[in-house]
């Protein structure tokens, strides 16, 4: 059973660039979660898809989209990059169904180092 | 507002010995949840335990215990045994909803470093 996967390993982009990036949940899982870990912080909620909407956001700007796709699968996608989103960005998947306690599922997570 | 605070940037611990690793939370909620998660050089996140706010006993997973002061707002994890591969950083996170869509708040970690 394959868990959590993220694509690609790592990243190097420059300002102003766009990015993608892909996670593929656990499977029997249905709802993704995406997460940015700046280099010595903890993580911080960027938003979480279910049945493929967006259905909670943290305080991230409009240049974080996302979508999910009927697999179940995410992207996550920025616009404009600045400096600051380098980081890693983790993808956690869970299953809505689980009650409460839903133990979210990390993948290794992206690398993005924006130059 | 919700709030994790993990004061501990880093520390040394023997082989062996046990380890506390401390958490406080600030929360209005009533119904709330907190996680501890491990993570390795690798990056990622690895589930070690979690704690209801309404569970009455603490909970354990085996070398894992977690010391839960609801009046404190604490929620201390516990390592007993330390082991080499335990040198990682660990995290304290807490759940803002109590159904199974919910997003993690989370401390700035603890850095533990294992010495043979």
């Known amino acids: 059973d394959a868990g959590v996967t993220q694509s690609p390993t790592h990243l190097i982009k420059t300002r102003g660039q766009q990015v993608t990036l892909r996670c593929s949940p656990k499977s029997g899982h249905d709802t993704v979660s995406w997460y940015q870990q700046a280099l010595g912080q903890g993580p911080q909620f960027i938003f979480q898809y279910y049945e493929e909407e967006e259905r909670q956001r943290g305080n991230f700007p409009d240049r974080f989209s996302g979508h999910q796709f009927p697999n179940y699968s995410s992207e996550l996608n920025v616009n404009a990059l600045l400096l600051g989103d380098s980081a890693l960005y983790l993808c956690a998947s869970s299953y809505s169904r689980q009650g409460e306690f839903g133990e979210q599922f990390f993948g290794p997570g992206t690398r993005l180092t924006v130059l | 507002a919700q709030k994790i605070t993990q004061t501990q940037p880093g520390m040394f611990v023997q082989e062996k010995e046990a380890v506390t690793l401390d958490c406080t939370y600030d929360t209005s909620d009533q119904s709330y949840g907190l996680f501890w998660y491990k993570q390795p050089s690798s990056g990622e996140m690895i589930f070690l335990i979690y704690q209801g706010s309404y569970d009455e006993q603490n909970a354990t997973e085996g070398r894992y215990s977690l010391n839960f002061q609801k009046a404190r707002k604490s929620a201390n994890l516990v390592i007993s045994a330390s082991q080499l591969g335990d040198s990682a950083m660990y995290f304290c996170?807490?759940?803002?909803?109590?159904?199974?869509?919910?997003?993690?708040?989370w401390g700035a970690g603890t850095k533990l470093i294992i010495k043979p």
């Open positions: 996170a807490m759940r803002l909803q109590m159904d199974s869509n919910y997003q993690l708040i």
